[in-house]
């Protein structure tokens, strides 16, 4: 065993933003274990370097102190994130108390060695010393809230980003209270709206400024104070640098997916990597994640209602797109408890447009709702039968808006000015966002008209010689433009209605919703699709915001509607070879559960691990990584003799639960995937047709994901062995595809 003052430690002064030994454990307890703790470091020493550690909480006081080994370095081979575990030795009294604690708090700290954090890469425990390492300085103290750093003391650091706290924003970080009225959210891409019922009869509640929405858009103004809605639309086109829109697209998302890398430099702010990896957004040398944009915006529409009423809100019924996954949904509850609101039910837009289409009318028909707003589309069929409302097919994309006709214009206004001028468009960003203004206003124009002039003035100079857009738009080219958008609209229709083995004829009404399906050519089309004109039944902009209220007035009510929604996308698990394999299908009504029993596959074998996708495609990587459930501790026996009982459970909210549970000894892990981890580890390992990763890890849970990791705490998180593979964890991979063949056959 180390000893604690060991000649010539290195010492290691980590100060961390947490007040209490609780709040660290709820916080960062994925990180550490009885024996040792992960830290992510810009430079590590070598596996057998001892190290003194003293961590301190926010106040100064001592959290943990102890003399420590560092057992093994990862991201050092260009695969993963630099970091180091060490393995703590000697402890100060009051150390080994806290860590008797964390014990008792997480399961996964019974671990004698320090974790290996998903996605930071394989451990490596055998790096030898540089030949020349710098001199390091006798104790290093790292800036609060970030990882811990060992620099040499002769490199300038580059100033770090600094991950924004959700109290700096004045952000609800409580549970919110479950009392008071409960108001309608309809929380859009490109506006969002709050409604209320009044004398039984629904009704949106103006903002501040008098207009029925507020739009979805935060900024720091030229003095550097923040504000949303209106006064942040406002100064678009004076600082988009500092405007953030959109966020819808993007909220649940990983920063490293396909998708976001290909829509991120389509915006005018700067989308960056959060702390866990999701997606976030950069202003000035601050990170906000996506849950903290979307909670101010919520946070606003929430004071609306109040000044409105008259009386303080903490209850929402807040909607989603239909084909959110299970990410995306969970981020949007994380968003409405930090704006202060209690959720008590999320859901889906062209649900809630059906309610305000029919509630009350006492119908019986089949009607399909196309939602086409500022950045998602959907379709969903419904059967209304009086007060039931049951959801039978749904689809959409999620990347699919007025926000892609509005791309498609400025494209070709930039490839005129090109043609015209013989020089290419070389303005700034606020040139740019004027073009986009203008490109908004002359589509919403062309509605009414046949053509319109597009001119913005001095758009940019070309040597010394300012110039200016000018182009004459007409409604054959902008039908010519976006066609293929609204082509990509109808044949999600067609989808949808195939699911089911449904026709256009099939369909009484369809109900247009989301201020895009103002279009023309979405009339034209849909009218051509269908056979029939939509229903002009529903207001476009208010009608999700109607129904979210009307389903927040029924509740507890004993003759409230009855709503019975679909799974909008497959869950199930990744099978090696990379293929995807559904447990739970497309369009299952809700809530779903479904149970399969497994057994071990090798003698002695102690730990069963299963990795959940949510998606359509065949194959795992391209659809959305949700977590990876491990079972571990359990009982050495032979091959067969332990039962394992796995349970997928989706509410009605389309929230997934995974539960795992051994017969014998009752051992059970619940999972809700709450933590979004960065999949790719996970989705290359799946690749490899016959090997799985030799030691599975949990999710890395760091301070700027507070709320997320304290979820996470209740679930197991694995045990990670002490060496390298060897040939038992070459049998534990055969065992873990045996029983994954078991369960789901070769196919």
């Known amino acids: ?123 490596d425990f055998t790096v030898p010393a540089p030949a020349a390492a710098p001199a390091l300085p006798p104790t290093v103290a790292a800036d609060p809230g970030a990882p811990a750093r060992m620099d040499a003391p002769a490199a300038a650091p580059a100033p770090a980003l600094e991950m924004v706290t959700d109290a700096s924003l004045g952000l609800n970080i409580e549970e919110p209270p479950r009392t008071g009225p409960v108001i309608g959210i309809d929380l859009g891409t490109t506006n969002s709206c709050a409604a209320f019922v009044r004398g039984n009869k629904p009704g949106v509640l103006p903002s501040r400024e008098g207009h029925n929405t507020v739009p979805s858009i935060l900024a720091f103004n030229q003095r550097g104070k923040l504000v949303v809605g209106h006064p942040a639309k406002g100064q678009m086109l004076t600082n988009p640098r500092q405007t953030v829109y959109g966020a819808k697209r993007l909220v649940g998302r990983p920063y490293a997916s396909p998708i976001v890398g290909q829509i991120k430099g389509r ?37 609306v209602a109040q000044n409105q009423l008259g009386q303080p809100i903490s209850r929402a019924v807040i909607t989603v797109p239909a084909y959110y996954n299970d990410n995306q949904r969970h981020a949007v509850r994380e968003a409405g408890k930090l704006a202060g609101l209690y959720v008590e039910r999320i859901l889906n837009e062209p649900t809630a447009a059906a309610l305000a289409y029919g509630y009350g009318k006492k119908l019986n028909q089949r009607v399909l709702v196309y939602d086409l707003g500022g950045g998602t589309f959907d379709a969903s069929v419904l059967e209304l039968n009086d007060t039931v409302y049951e959801v039978i097919s749904t689809g959409g994309d999620t990347f699919l808006g007025g926000i892609d006709f509005d791309n498609a214009i400025v494209e070709y206004l930039l490839q005129e000015f090109e043609r015209q001028t013989g020089r290419a468009f070389q303005g700034d960003r606020v040139a740019l966002q004027r073009i986009n203004d203008a490109a908004e206003r002359a589509k919403c124009a062309l509605s009414e008209r046949s053509e319109m002039r597009v001119h913005v ?98 509740l507890g009510q004993l003759e409230g509607v009855v709503l019975i929604d679909v799974l909008p996308m497959a869950i199930g698990v990744g099978l090696p070879g990379g293929r995807f394999k559904p447990v739970l299908e497309r369009n299952v009504s809700l809530p779903a559960v479904k149970s399969y029993t497994l057994s071990t596959h090798r003698d002695g074998q102690t730990e069963l691990e299963l990795t959940v996708f949510q998606g359509d495609s065949e194959r795992a990587q391209d659809n959305e990584y949700l977590g990876t459930l491990r079972l571990a501790g359990l009982p050495k026996k032979p091959r067969g003799a332990v039962q394992v009982t796995v349970t997928f459970e989706v509410n009605n909210e389309s929230l997934l639960k995974v539960t795992a549970k051994e017969g014998t000894t009752g051992r059970e892990v619940v999972s809700t995937f709450t933590t979004r981890d960065t999949p790719e580890a996970v989705k290359a390992r799946l690749a490899q047709e016959e090997s799985v990763a030799a030691a599975p890890v949990p999710p890395v849970v760091t301070p700027g994901n507070a709320v997320a990791a304290a979820r996470r705490v209740a679930a197991s998180v694995p045990v990670v062995p002490e060496a390298a593979p060897d040939a038992a964890v070459v049998s534990k991979q055969k065992g873990f595809m045996g029983w994954l063949k078991g369960l789901f056959g070769r196919a």
């Open 1 to 123: 065993m180390a000893e604690l003052n060991q000649a010539g430690a290195v010492g290691l002064v980590v100060k961390l933003p947490f007040a209490t030994p609780e709040e660290f454990l709820a916080k960062y307890g994925g990180n550490i274990t009885r024996g040792g703790i992960y830290l992510r470091a810009k430079a590590v020493r070598p596996p057998g370097t001892a190290v003194t550690l003293d961590l301190r909480l926010a106040s100064g006081d001592r959290l943990l102190y102890t003399a420590a080994i560092v057992h093994f370095v990862t991201g050092q081979q260009g695969q993963g994130i630099s970091g180091m575990g060490l393995k703590f030795g000697e402890a100060d009294p009051p150390t080994r108390r806290f860590l008797d604690a964390a014990v008792a708090i997480l399961p996964h700290a019974q671990s004698d060695v320090p974790p290996v954090p998903n996605g930071v890469g394989p451990p």
């Open 457 to 554: 003035a001095f758009i940019t100079m070309i040597d010394n010689k300012p110039y200016d857009l000018d182009v004459t738009l007409t409604r054959q080219k902008l039908i010519a433009l976006t066609e293929g958008l609204v082509d990509r609209t109808v044949q999600v229709c067609e989808e949808v209605l195939q699911a089911k083995g449904l026709k256009p004829q099939d369909i009484d009404e369809v109900i247009l919703v989301g201020g895009q399906s103002r279009f023309p050519l979405v009339h034209e089309k849909i009218t051509k699709f269908f056979g029939q004109p939509p229903s002009k039944g529903v207001h476009p902009d208010e009608a999700v915001a109607l129904g979210a209220a009307l389903l927040a007035h029924s």
């Open 267 to 303: 915006f005018h702010y700067e989308i960056a990597a959060g702390q866990n990896g999701e997606a976030a957004v950069r202003l000035g040398d601050r990170i906000y994640s996506l849950q903290q944009i979307s909670a101010l915006i919520l946070r606003e529409v929430r004071e």
